[in-house]
């Protein structure tokens, strides 16, 4: 059975310079699902013409919008790159472009151009569940984000909270930490035998 070898990371994106270059239906849904799961995400979208709901989008939030055709020009100081433009050889010359500057590159929906891949996303206050199927299956993903969403409860972050406060206030070295805070936690799994 083939494996998922990709390596999750959260990333602080406010903290990052983002560049998406199109801004069209892709672009659209990229910037939407990077904002819901981090509407502080520092982006820039350059594009010579912009879906309206995109426009809507961006005054809400730290995106720039740049009414222009692509050029390298575009990727100084940037951190991590999307590309979702119509024409095909742009998504590659932004893909090379990034390559040779070893910034990181996701050409939407097109695996082979991609250095990583966006996920399905659950948020339920400090808690986080990303989700990939490897590229295998991006409706698969959706359908879990979906399913998480509705099982995970809200007060998940609660346990969360509480669970920080407890954490400061045991004593001993970091070994009786650690076996207090799972001798409290193991009801949680519930694990036949
Ligand atoms: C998770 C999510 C996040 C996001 O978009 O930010 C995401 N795609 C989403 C939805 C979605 N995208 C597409 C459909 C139509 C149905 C279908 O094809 O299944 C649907 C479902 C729908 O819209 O209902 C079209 C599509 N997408 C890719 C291909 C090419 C291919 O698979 O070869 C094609 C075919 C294009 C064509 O027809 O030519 C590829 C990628 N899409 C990924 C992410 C990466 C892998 C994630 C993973 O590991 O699963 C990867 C590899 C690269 C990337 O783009 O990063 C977001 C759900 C968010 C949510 O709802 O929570
Ligand atoms: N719409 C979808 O759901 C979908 C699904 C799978 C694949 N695709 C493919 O993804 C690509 C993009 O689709 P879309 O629906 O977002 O297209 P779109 O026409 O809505 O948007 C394209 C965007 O790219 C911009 N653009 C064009 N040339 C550019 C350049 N040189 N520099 C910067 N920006 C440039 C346009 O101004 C526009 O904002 C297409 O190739 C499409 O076949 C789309």
């Known amino acids: ?37 981090s ?16 426009v809507e989008l961006a005054k809400n939030h730290e995106v720039k919008l740049v009414e222009d055709s692509y050029n390298i020009s575009y990727l100084e100081g940037k ?9 095909v050889a742009t998504n590659v010359e932004v893909y090379k472009d990034c390559k040779e500057r070893n910034i990181l ?3 939407a929906d097109n695996p082979p151009y991609c250095d990583f891949y ?4 659950v948020t339920k206050g400090n808690v986080k569940i990303a989700i990939s199927t490897n ?5 698969l993903a959706k359908r879990l984000r ?10 998940i972050n609660d346990l969360a909270k509480n669970l920080n406060s407890f954490r400061k206030t045991i004593k001993g070295d970091f070994e009786e930490k650690v076996t207090t805070l799972n001798d409290l936690t193991k009801g949680i799994i519930h694990k036949k035998e």
Do not use: R
């Open 39 to 54: 509407p502080s995400a520092k982006v820039t979208v350059v594009a010579p013409h912009f879906h309206s709901e995109l």
């Open 1 to 37: 059975m083939s494996q998922n070898e990709l390596y999750p990371i959260f990333l602080k994106v406010a903290q990052l310079e983002v560049l998406i270059v199109g801004g069209g239906n892709v672009g659209l849904e990229k910037l939407t699902f990077l904002l819901k799961s």
């Open 105 to 107: 590159v996701n050409v």
């Open 135 to 139: 590229g295998k299956s991006p409706t």
């Open 79 to 87: 951190h991590m790159v999307i590309a979702t433009t119509d024409v």
């Open 118 to 121: 966006m996920g399905g996303i």
């Open 146 to 155: 979906q399913f998480f969403e509705e099982v995970i409860p809200e007060n």
